[in-house]
């Protein structure tokens, strides 16, 4: 159907008006331009734009031609008479004709919202606003709209208002940010809520209308508008979801865009403040709404819709977290960002406003009730079977966080009567309950009270009802609780207490006799080991009668261990048996059972109650395993030991066999009784002349006697006997005691660069290692390794005990990594086969951390022995595959094909894996230039056909690159940067400099990086209208490198990023200088992109160095080479200068302030290399000369005339910029003269100077190499002097935020952050030269002097302030004003001397001083007032700041402890002037100020940016 057209309204306008459509505003939502949605209620749609306006005047009909003006004009040509009543006519006419035909859509869109602060309302004709207003202007178009159409003016401009806010939501300039708005649109929105508010606020506004107009166009509406709804409390988010008449479309758009929200929230780390914001105000209304208590009348229908959304929409996003976590996704994907950032909502911030309320324990039960009941497909057996991998530390980290924020919302008993009660009435998931249990356990202290009383009641309860189900429970809790350490007692413990007694509910009656048993009989296919073991080993007790019961339990467990291949016998006495870990070797066990009975046996002087159930009950492994680790031969010392004792009291209660103990006693005597002999047998060790008498000596004859019995196959039973000597004469020679062997090291200490030992300890360790070659040689003569028994490993496991093994570790790094080339074969066969027993005994060995530098985590056995091998030479690289060829030889060999596992385990993953080009790369990096077997020339074609040919071909699943060249150069600059940071990459000092390119191997392997970087340069262009989706690669490592550091302003963690930044400008640097530019697109002329470079320099270069508001020479010269070089690839090579340089005065200032730094150094190349073009300089470049120029011909004395110097046509900051430089190479003296030639306006140009010398003073604080800071502040003081004198506004320098546009952000990308912060310190440095009579009667004065007082506080509490006092100390004449106290002080003295002379229009709105204003609030502080000194400030931790003792004072009682949080208002200057025990003094005058305000609103300081 065709539009309706109004009838006309009066004469020739009306004739004219009935060809045009007109425009109301009430057009359809969306994207759509069909029929009115208005035909329904017989509604016509007036649209119109003035071009379709003009064309509808000269067409009069559909089917007639055009008419020309002059033929339209033809009946007009006699002029009317100017009259008295001829204005008003037309200007009626105008306004009627406006009013037709005005587009009320755009209208809204194009009128910008109220200023922050406005002059008085006057009443008018309207009578409710003014005419000048924009709410003047909308609504009286709406109403005369409205007045037309016959429709109430309330829902026409709900109409209106929805269609603009449609609108600007399909304004969508970035697809990809989901439900965010981006800047543009949010200052569009912004205003208009701004129009709406007062709409609303004089009844011309229908919410309902305005929310079921909304919803008709669901999908194109952003999450963020529509939370800005509720924030500018135009419709509130529940009235809004209410409104909707389908709850489950409500529902799944509010899942799809939380989810959304979710998965954007550490992507946009920019808008990170207003996600969290929205995820907060959704989950808090959540949780208020959907599990609130309702009763009584209001429970209908209406009530109940909300609740049920709110409890609809956490379900969803509880369900799809849980699914997500269950499919094991990889962390750094989209949906696990989701999860994490949803569970992150769950907070105390979100639920402190309504914790005062009941919704949030239910929320807490009824969200545990969903994770605990979430797809209960796993049976009791799964979870007999699978408990051990549920524990805490193997269930999700993000699980168990939601579990914590859980459980805080409960005590203890809610918490295990909640469980409890969903145990009874649910079908459960085993994997979440126990999970839940492991996380109660570790966080609750009380959990061993509360989970042991669970598990007695559900026992009992087992029993009374022989329920099953309620004794897997027990078992299944306290086996959960056990993995969890010495938190509970072990299963073992519970479990001989439950059923080893008498008092047991087992021994009640045969029922519950027969219950049990048949309960663990049951359970008996599913059942770990560990937990039969203890079956067997800790028996229920029973009476005799049915000792049938048990025997047959037993010998099924015993049948289930056997078909699992564990011996019961063979379990050690003092084994944890709490988890179900895997069970350990019977002779490793029986030494460590020997070590802790020797314990309790010293402690009590009786044999241990274990050993004594072992001799009777186990008597398999007692005589098998226990008695030979206890009796090994040794020379018993002249005074009988602990060791002696324990096995005299065994003797004596007959626990050792007679001809066991003879043999033992035997073969101590006949140790003893050998004496040392200088027959060498072949040893190729001889001991020193004047040792051979001392414990060295003895050590010698030991290892030579050893020697002697390997050479002899008829004496290998006397090798156990004899290594014990060894370890006995080893402990004399090294002045150690038993007890000291057996000593526990947590972990070893090496130096790889430089190790040493003592004298006494090498000779110790080499004469071991000596031998340990030589009997392997001499044993392998005999049979292969495979058959030579275990005398390696006991060697291995007797000599290299823990208080050795440093020493040995010390030695292997000596001969390994600085001798090896030198070592004879014997030597690597044996070293080889040392190391592969070291790494069978690696779960008993401490870590190793070498340095320097140390590494993140420490080093295993196998990985130790990787570290030593470097291939940095020819004779290096041969040691290096001789010692992994015997390694894996001797490893094959020893153990047998079908145990894999076991010898795999003994080798580092870098010795037996094929290398890959990673690998291959870091080898090259460790390439020695002067001890290269390879020529200059052969290692650059070998590295050519490696790269090229060999890796860059190769598959990636083979360690290669696919073919992709860009690939290969990632993967080379992350070794790189590895190896610069690694100790390999140090030299054989340890004071040698971590440097990139320390050795040729490095500049060799840096230039084929350098070559493949020119490659990729060459590559394809763009095509037009596509850009490179993912940009360079460079750039990607260095961002995803600096996401993985930790963040933080402490100096450990900036020192790391400072060191990483500098790896990456020096690798920047050496790469093409086109990399800054980007490769240009296919379009001419070239538009190079620098986007990536500007976003690098703007978030990290720009803090990196200490010339505030500069980059370094080296940087800004290669991107002005690289911008000649862009312009040398364009047709057009001015028009590509310009363009780059005009972007950068908005999207990287901090270039240009750099080029004017270096200005005197860097135009002579540039002036050459463009002298190639043939054409005049571009212009951008002329700006920036002619702004140096300006800059040093201003500060010349030898200027005629102060009117002939004037600024250059380009931005003020600019001409700024280079005049503070100049100020700074040209001193103080000609300052003043040269702002005196500043005649012309340029209110502009020195404020950003004053902003520039800020920079510069604080720099001199920071660095002092920097500058003198009593220069700098005089500058300061100079040019503040001119601005007060000229009355420009300098004030708002100091209120810069990240939300400022225009200049203010531009000052924001040229100044450090850390300098930013530091901008209180500069404010109350310049207290003696304020004008205080002009800056108190500046209104917006007192609310920036407290907000930088306060600011100046929280620098103070963090301490960053401390360059003050070291500034001070070396500097005599800031004594006393630098002191961070010292400014605090005068701060606060002026604070008070300013008061009472502000005006009263100073305190109208000094709300505005909150904490988002000052977010060091957050930090838990102590204000203190001591009568006798000022009032200061005290962190928790009072070491932060050295102060003197006299200014601290304890806190009083009635000190003020601001645990600063946000409020509605979190007004802090409030909360200053109402709590007089904080600051007597400021709090009385700024109340005696209060007192009488009235209106509340903040005068508006003038704003220049």
Same mark, same amino acid.
Request: hydrophobic fraction near 40%; aromatic fraction near 8%; include cysteine.
């Given at each position: 159907?065709?539009?309706?057209?109004?009838?006309?309204?009066?004469?020739?306008?009306a004739?004219?008006?009935?060809?045009?459509e007109g425009?109301?505003?009430?057009?359809p939502?969306g994207?759509?331009r069909?029929?009115?949605?208005?035909?329904?209620?017989?509604?016509?749609?007036?649209?119109?734009?003035?071009?379709?306006?003009?064309?509808?005047?000269?067409?009069?009909?559909?089917?007639?031609?055009?008419r020309?003006?002059?033929?339209? @004009?033809?009946?007009?040509?006699?002029?009317?008479?100017?009259?008295p009543?001829?204005?008003?006519?037309?200007?009626?006419a !105008?306004?009627?004709?406006l009013?037709?035909?005005?587009?009320?859509?755009?209208?809204?869109?194009?009128?910008e919202g109220?200023?922050?602060?406005?002059?008085?309302?006057s009443r008018?004709?309207?009578?409710?606003?003014?005419?000048?207003?924009?709410?003047?202007l909308?609504?009286?178009?709406?109403?005369?709209q409205?007045?037309?159409?016959?429709?109430?003016v309330?829902?026409l401009?709900?109409?209106t208002?929805?269609s603009?806010?449609?609108q600007?939501?399909e304004?969508h300039?970035?697809?990809?940010?989901?439900?965010?708005?981006?800047?543009?649109?949010?200052?569009?929105?912004?205003?208009l809520?701004?129009?709406?508010?007062?709409?609303?606020?004089h009844s011309?506004?229908?919410?309902l209308?305005?929310?079921?107009?909304l919803?008709?166009?669901?999908?194109?509406?952003?999450?963020?508008?529509?939370?800005?709804?509720?924030?500018q409390?135009?419709?509130?988010l529940?009235e809004?979801?209410?409104?909707?008449?389908?709850?489950?479309?409500?529902?799944?758009?509010?899942?799809?865009?939380?989810?959304c929200?979710c998965?954007?929230t550490?992507?946009?780390?920019?808008?990170?403040?207003?996600?969290?914001?929205?995820?907060?105000?959704?989950?808090?209304?959540?949780?208020?709404?959907g599990f609130q208590?309702?009763?009584?009348?209001?429970?209908?229908v209406e009530?109940?819709?909300?609740?049920q959304i709110?409890?609809?929409v956490?379900?969803?996003?509880?369900?799809?977290?849980?699914?997500?976590l269950?499919a094991?996704?990889?962390?750094?994907?989209?949906?696990?960002?989701a999860?994490?950032?949803?569970?992150?909502?769950?907070?105390g911030?979100?639920f402190?406003?309504i914790?005062?309320?009941?919704?949030?324990?239910?929320?807490s039960?009824h969200?545990?009730?969903?994770?605990?009941?979430?797809?209960?497909?796993?049976?009791?057996?799964?979870?007999?079977q699978m408990?051990?991998?549920?524990?805490?530390?193997?269930?999700?980290?993000?699980?168990?966080?939601?579990y914590?924020?859980?459980f805080?919302?409960?005590?203890?008993e809610?918490?295990?009567?909640?469980?409890?009660?969903?145990?009874?009435?649910?079908e459960?998931?085993?994997?979440?309950?126990?999970?839940?249990?492991?996380?109660?356990?570790?966080?609750?202290?009380?959990a061993q009270? @509360?989970?042991?009383?669970?598990?007695?009641c559900w026992?009992?309860?087992?029993?009374?009802?022989?329920?099953p189900?309620?004794?897997?429970?027990?078992?299944l809790?306290?086996r959960?609780?056990?993995?969890?350490?010495p938190?509970l007692p072990?299963?073992a413990d519970?479990?001989?207490?439950?059923f080893?007694?008498s008092?047991?509910h087992?021994?009640?009656?045969?029922?519950a006799?027969?219950?049990?048993?048949?309960f663990?009989?049951?359970l008996v296919?599913?059942?770990?080991?560990r937990?039969?073991q203890v079956?067997?080993?800790?028996?229920?007790?029973?009476?005799?009668?049915?000792?049938?019961?048990?025997?047959?339990?037993?010998?099924?467990?015993?049948?289930r261990?056997?078909?699992?291949?564990?011996?019961v016998?063979?379990m050690?006495l003092?084994?944890?048996?709490?988890?179900?870990?895997?069970?350990?070797?019977?002779?490793?066990?029986?030494?460590?059972?020997?070590?802790?009975?020797?314990q309790?046996?010293?402690?009590?002087g009786?044999i241990p109650?274990?050993?004594?159930e072992?001799?009777?009950f186990?008597?398999?492994?007692?005589?098998?395993?226990f008695?030979?680790?206890?009796?090994?031969?040794?020379?018993i010392?002249? !005074?009988?030991?602990?060791?002696?004792?324990?096995?005299?009291?065994?003797?004596r209660?007959?626990?050792i066999?007679?001809s066991?103990?003879?043999t033992?006693r035997?073969?101590?005597?006949?140790?003893g009784?050998?004496?040392p002999?200088?027959?060498?047998?072949?040893?190729?060790?001889?001991?020193?002349?004047?040792?051979?008498?001392?414990?060295?000596g003895?050590?010698?004859?030991a290892l030579?006697?050893?020697?002697?019995a390997?050479?002899?196959?008829a004496?290998?039973d006397?090798?156990?006997?004899q290594i014990?000597?060894?370890?006995?004469?080893?402990?004399?020679?090294?002045g150690?005691?038993?007890?000291?062997g057996?000593?526990?090291v947590?972990?070893?200490?090496?130096?790889?660069?430089?190790?040493?030992?003592?004298?006494?300890?090498?000779?110790?360790?080499?004469?071991?290692?000596?031998?340990?070659?030589?009997?392997?040689?001499?044993?392998?003569?005999?049979?292969?390794?495979?058959r030579?028994?275990?005398?390696?490993?006991r060697?291995?496991?007797?000599?290299?005990?823990?208080?050795?093994?440093?020493?040995?570790?010390?030695?292997?790094?000596q001969?390994?990594?600085?001798?090896?080339p030198?070592?004879?074969?014997s030597?690597?066969?044996?070293l080889?086969?040392?190391a592969?027993?070291?790494g069978?005994?690696?779960?008993? @060995?401490?870590?190793i951390?070498?340095?320097?530098?140390?590494?993140a985590?420490?080093?295993?056995?196998p990985?130790?022995?990787s570290s030593l091998?470097?291939?940095r030479?020819?004779?290096?690289s041969l040691?290096?595959?001789?010692f992994?060829?015997?390694?894996?030889?001797?490893?094959?060999?020893?153990?047998?094909?079908?145990?894999?596992?076991?010898w795999?385990?003994?080798?580092?993953?870098?010795?037996i894996?094929?290398?890959?080009?990673?690998?291959?790369?870091?080898l090259e990096?460790?390439?020695?230039p002067e001890?290269?077997?390879?020529?200059?020339?052969?290692r650059?074609?070998?590295?050519?056909?490696?790269?090229?040919?060999?890796f860059?071909p190769?598959p990636?699943?083979?360690?290669?690159?696919?073919?992709?060249?860009?690939?290969?150069?990632?993967?080379?600059?992350?070794v790189?940067?590895?190896?610069c940071?690694s100790s390999?990459?140090?030299?054989?000092?340890e004071?040698?400099?971590?440097? @990139?390119?320390?050795?040729?191997?490095?500049?060799?392997?840096?230039?084929r990086l350098?070559?493949?970087?020119?490659?990729?340069?060459?590559?394809?262009?763009?095509?037009?209208?596509?850009a490179?989706?993912?940009?360079?690669f460079?750039?990607?490592?260095f961002?995803?490198?600096?996401? !993985?550091?930790a963040?933080g302003?402490?100096?450990a963690?900036?020192?790391?990023?400072?060191?990483?930044?500098?790896?990456?400008k020096r690798i920047?640097?050496?790469l093409p200088?086109s990399?800054?530019?980007?490769?240009?697109?296919?379009?001419?002329? !070239?538009?190079?992109?620098?986007?990536?470079?500007f976003?690098l320099v703007?978030?990290e270069?720009?803090?990196?160095?200490?010339?505030?508001?500069a980059l370094?020479?080296?940087?800004?010269?290669h991107?002005?080479?690289?911008?000649?070089q862009?312009?040398?690839?364009?047709?057009?090579p001015?028009l590509?200068?310009?363009?780059?340089?005009?972007?950068?005065?908005?999207?990287?200032?901090?270039?240009?302030?750099?080029?004017?730094l270096?200005?005197?150094?860097?135009?002579p190349?540039?002036?050459c290399?463009?002298?190639?073009?043939q054409?005049?300089?571009?212009?951008?470049?002329?700006?920036?000369?002619d702004?140096?120029q300006?800059?040093r011909?201003?500060?010349?004395?030898?200027?005629?005339?102060?009117?002939?110097?004037?600024?250059?046509?380009?931005p003020?900051?600019?001409?700024a910029?280079?005049?503070h430089?100049?100020?700074?190479?040209?001193?103080?003296?000609?300052?003043?003269?040269?702002?005196?030639?500043?005649?012309?306006?340029t209110?502009?140009?020195?404020?950003?100077l004053?902003?520039?010398?800020?920079?510069?003073?604080l720099?001199?604080?920071?660095?002092?190499?920097a500058?003198?800071?009593?220069?700098?502040?005089?500058?300061?003081?100079?040019?503040?002097?001119?601005?007060e004198k000229?009355?420009?506004?300098?004030?708002?320098l100091?209120?810069l935020?990240?939300?400022?546009?225009?200049?203010g952000?531009?000052?924001?990308?040229?100044?450090?952050?850390?300098?930013?912060?530091?901008?209180?310190?500069a404010f109350?440095?310049l207290?003696?030269y304020f004008?205080?009579?002009?800056?108190?009667?500046?209104?917006?004065?007192?609310h920036?002097?407290?907000d930088?007082?306060?600011?100046?506080?929280?620098?103070f509490?963090?301490?960053?302030t401390?360059?003050?006092?070291?500034?001070?100390?070396?500097?005599?004449?800031?004594?006393?004003?630098?002191?961070?106290v010292?400014?605090?002080t005068?701060?606060?003295?002026?604070?008070?001397?300013?008061i009472?002379?502000?005006?009263?229009?100073?305190?109208?709105?000094?709300?505005?001083v909150?904490?988002?204003?000052s977010p060091?609030?957050?930090?838990?502080?102590?204000?203190?007032?001591?009568?006798n000194?000022y009032?200061?400030v005290?962190?928790?931790?009072?070491?932060?700041w050295?102060?003197?003792?006299?200014?601290?004072?304890p806190?009083?009682?009635?000190?003020?402890?601001?645990?600063?949080c946000?409020?509605?208002?979190?007004?802090?200057?409030q909360?200053?002037?109402?709590?007089e025990?904080?600051?007597?003094e400021?709090?009385?005058?700024l109340?005696?100020r209060?007192?009488?305000?009235?209106?509340?609103?903040?005068?508006q300081?003038?704003?220049?940016?």
């Amino acid at each position: 159907m065709g539009r309706q057209r109004w009838p006309p309204a009066n004469g020739g306008a009306a004739r004219a008006s009935s060809q045009w459509e007109g425009s109301a505003g009430l057009q359809p939502m969306g994207r759509q331009r069909g029929p009115d949605v208005w035909s329904c209620c017989g509604l016509p749609v007036l649209t119109m734009s003035g071009s379709r306006a003009l064309a509808a005047a000269s067409n009069p009909g559909s089917g007639g031609r055009r008419r020309t003006w002059a033929e339209l @004009l033809a009946g007009r040509t006699r002029r009317q008479k100017p009259g008295p009543e001829r204005g008003p006519q037309v200007l009626a006419a !105008a306004v009627q004709l406006l009013r037709r035909h005005v587009d009320l859509s755009q209208l809204l869109l194009e009128v910008e919202g109220p200023a922050p602060a406005e002059p008085p309302r006057s009443r008018g004709t309207d009578g409710w606003m003014d005419r000048g207003s924009p709410g003047a202007l909308v609504g009286s178009a709406l109403r005369d709209q409205a007045s037309r159409l016959g429709v109430p003016v309330a829902v026409l401009s709900s109409h209106t208002v929805a269609s603009s806010f449609v609108q600007i939501c399909e304004a969508h300039a970035e697809p990809s940010r989901g439900v965010l708005l981006d800047p543009e649109q949010r200052k569009k929105l912004s205003s208009l809520l701004e129009i709406t508010g007062h709409l609303l606020a004089h009844s011309m506004f229908s919410r309902l209308t305005f929310c079921q107009e909304l919803w008709k166009v669901q999908d194109s509406l952003l999450l963020e508008a529509v939370w800005q709804l509720q924030i500018q409390n135009i419709v509130s988010l529940q009235e809004l979801l209410e409104s909707h008449s389908d709850m489950q479309a409500v529902v799944a758009w509010l899942f799809r865009n939380l989810r959304c929200l979710c998965e954007q929230t550490e992507d946009t780390c920019q808008h990170v403040d207003t996600t969290r914001a929205m995820l907060s105000d959704f989950v808090q209304m959540f949780v208020l709404r959907g599990f609130q208590k309702i009763s009584g009348p209001r429970r209908n229908v209406e009530a109940e819709q909300m609740p049920q959304i709110a409890v609809a929409v956490l379900q969803r996003m509880l369900l799809f977290a849980l699914e997500t976590l269950a499919a094991g996704v990889q962390e750094e994907s989209s949906a696990h960002k989701a999860v994490r950032c949803w569970f992150s909502g769950f907070s105390g911030h979100t639920f402190r406003s309504i914790i005062s309320t009941d919704s949030p324990k239910r929320f807490s039960r009824h969200t545990l009730t969903q994770i605990l009941t979430h797809q209960p497909v796993l049976k009791v057996s799964d979870a007999v079977q699978m408990q051990r991998d549920w524990s805490f530390a193997r269930t999700h980290p993000l699980l168990t966080g939601l579990y914590r924020r859980l459980f805080v919302l409960l005590s203890p008993e809610e918490l295990l009567g909640h469980l409890q009660e969903v145990l009874e009435t649910h079908e459960v998931n085993w994997q979440h309950v126990l999970s839940c249990v492991s996380t109660m356990v570790i966080c609750f202290p009380g959990a061993q009270r @509360l989970v042991t009383g669970w598990a007695t009641c559900w026992l009992a309860r087992a029993f009374e009802s022989f329920d099953p189900d309620c004794m897997v429970t027990a078992f299944l809790l306290v086996r959960q609780a056990a993995l969890e350490g010495p938190v509970l007692p072990s299963y073992a413990d519970w479990f001989q207490a439950s059923f080893g007694s008498s008092r047991g509910h087992h021994c009640g009656s045969k029922k519950a006799l027969v219950f049990l048993f048949k309960f663990l009989s049951d359970l008996v296919p599913f059942e770990a080991p560990r937990y039969l073991q203890v079956h067997i080993l800790h028996p229920p007790l029973v009476p005799s009668k049915y000792r049938s019961l048990l025997t047959d339990y037993i010998s099924l467990a015993k049948t289930r261990l056997a078909d699992l291949k564990v011996s019961v016998e063979n379990m050690g006495l003092y084994e944890d048996l709490s988890t179900a870990r895997d069970v350990t070797e019977p002779h490793s066990q029986a030494s460590q059972d020997v070590e802790k009975a020797l314990q309790v046996f010293e402690h009590t002087g009786k044999i241990p109650i274990a050993v004594m159930e072992a001799s009777i009950f186990r008597r398999p492994y007692y005589v098998s395993h226990f008695l030979p680790a206890l009796l090994t031969p040794r020379v018993i010392p002249s !005074a009988p030991d602990s060791r002696v004792a324990f096995i005299e009291s065994l003797k004596r209660a007959d626990k050792i066999p007679s001809s066991l103990y003879s043999t033992y006693r035997q073969a101590c005597s006949a140790a003893g009784e050998k004496k040392p002999t200088n027959a060498a047998l072949g040893m190729e060790v001889e001991a020193e002349p004047g040792c051979v008498e001392g414990s060295l000596g003895l050590l010698t004859a030991a290892l030579q006697e050893l020697r002697a019995a390997m050479t002899d196959p008829a004496q290998y039973d006397v090798l156990s006997a004899q290594i014990a000597v060894v370890s006995e004469r080893l402990h004399s020679a090294l002045g150690l005691s038993e007890d000291d062997g057996s000593s526990k090291v947590s972990k070893i200490q090496l130096s790889a660069l430089a190790p040493k030992l003592e004298l006494r300890e090498q000779q110790v360790v080499d004469l071991l290692l000596t031998s340990f070659c030589q009997n392997l040689m001499a044993a392998s003569s005999f049979a292969p390794p495979d058959r030579q028994g275990s005398w390696a490993a006991r060697f291995v496991t007797t000599t290299c005990g823990r208080s050795l093994l440093p020493a040995v570790l010390t030695r292997l790094c000596q001969l390994l990594r600085h001798q090896g080339p030198s070592l004879s074969a014997s030597h690597v066969l044996g070293l080889a086969a040392l190391a592969v027993h070291l790494g069978e005994s690696r779960s008993a @060995l401490p870590e190793i951390h070498m340095g320097p530098p140390v590494p993140a985590r420490g080093l295993s056995i196998p990985e130790f022995f990787s570290s030593l091998l470097t291939c940095r030479s020819k004779e290096s690289s041969l040691f290096c595959l001789k010692f992994c060829t015997a390694t894996i030889s001797y490893a094959l060999c020893k153990f047998s094909p079908q145990s894999c596992d076991a010898w795999y385990s003994c080798l580092s993953p870098g010795l037996i894996k094929k290398f890959t080009y990673r690998d291959w790369v870091q080898l090259e990096l460790e390439t020695h230039p002067e001890e290269d077997s390879l020529s200059d020339i052969e290692r650059q074609d070998f590295h050519q056909w490696a790269i090229r040919e060999h890796f860059v071909p190769m598959p990636a699943a083979a360690g290669g690159c696919d073919g992709d060249l860009e690939t290969a150069c990632t993967v080379l600059v992350n070794v790189l940067m590895d190896f610069c940071q690694s100790s390999r990459s140090c030299d054989h000092s340890e004071n040698s400099d971590l440097v @990139l390119g320390g050795y040729m191997g490095n500049r060799d392997i840096f230039s084929r990086l350098q070559e493949m970087a020119a490659d990729l340069e060459q590559g394809p262009v763009v095509p037009h209208g596509r850009a490179p989706s993912r940009g360079h690669f460079l750039f990607r490592i260095f961002r995803s490198r600096l996401q !993985a550091l930790a963040g933080g302003w402490d100096t450990a963690s900036r020192l790391q990023r400072q060191r990483e930044l500098l790896m990456y400008k020096r690798i920047l640097l050496g790469l093409p200088p086109s990399v800054l530019v980007g490769n240009p697109r296919a379009e001419q002329p !070239a538009t190079p992109d620098c986007a990536e470079f500007f976003h690098l320099v703007n978030s990290e270069l720009r803090n990196l160095g200490s010339h505030g508001g500069a980059l370094t020479h080296d940087v800004t010269v290669h991107f002005f080479r690289g911008l000649l070089q862009a312009c040398s690839r364009s047709r057009d090579p001015a028009l590509t200068a310009n363009q780059i340089l005009t972007a950068c005065q908005t999207e990287c200032p901090l270039v240009l302030t750099s080029a004017l730094l270096w200005w005197l150094r860097l135009e002579p190349e540039l002036l050459c290399r463009w002298r190639c073009f043939q054409s005049p300089l571009p212009r951008e470049l002329q700006r920036l000369r002619d702004a140096w120029q300006f800059a040093r011909s201003l500060l010349s004395p030898d200027t005629e005339s102060p009117d002939t110097v004037a600024p250059t046509s380009g931005p003020a900051w600019v001409s700024a910029a280079a005049l503070h430089f100049a100020i700074q190479q040209a001193g103080q003296g000609s300052l003043r003269r040269g702002l005196e030639k500043l005649r012309c306006p340029t209110e502009e140009l020195l404020v950003v100077l004053f902003f520039f010398s800020l920079m510069g003073l604080l720099s001199t604080y920071l660095t002092p190499h920097a500058g003198n800071c009593l220069t700098a502040l005089d500058i300061c003081a100079e040019i503040l002097g001119c601005l007060e004198k000229r009355k420009v506004p300098w004030l708002p320098l100091f209120r810069l935020t990240e939300t400022d546009a225009g200049l203010g952000h531009l000052l924001l990308l040229l100044a450090p952050d850390q300098h930013v912060r530091l901008l209180p310190v500069a404010f109350y440095s310049l207290l003696s030269y304020f004008d205080e009579d002009a800056l108190t009667q500046n209104d917006a004065f007192l609310h920036i002097a407290v907000d930088m007082y306060l600011k100046l506080l929280g620098l103070f509490v963090a301490g960053e302030t401390g360059v003050l006092s070291t500034l001070a100390s070396r500097t005599q004449e800031l004594q006393g004003q630098g002191c961070p106290v010292g400014l605090i002080t005068k701060a606060r003295l002026f604070l008070l001397q300013s008061i009472p002379r502000c005006s009263r229009k100073s305190f109208s709105n000094m709300a505005e001083v909150t904490l988002k204003c000052s977010p060091w609030c957050f930090l838990p502080m102590v204000f203190v007032y001591n009568p006798n000194h000022y009032a200061s400030v005290r962190m928790r931790r009072p070491n932060t700041w050295p102060l003197s003792g006299q200014l601290w004072s304890p806190v009083p009682p009635h000190a003020l402890v601001l645990g600063l949080c946000r409020t509605e208002h979190g007004v802090f200057l409030q909360l200053l002037a109402t709590r007089e025990d904080c600051d007597p003094e400021v709090s009385a005058a700024l109340l005696s100020r209060q007192r009488d305000v009235r209106d509340t609103g903040l005068s508006q300081e003038p704003c220049l940016f």
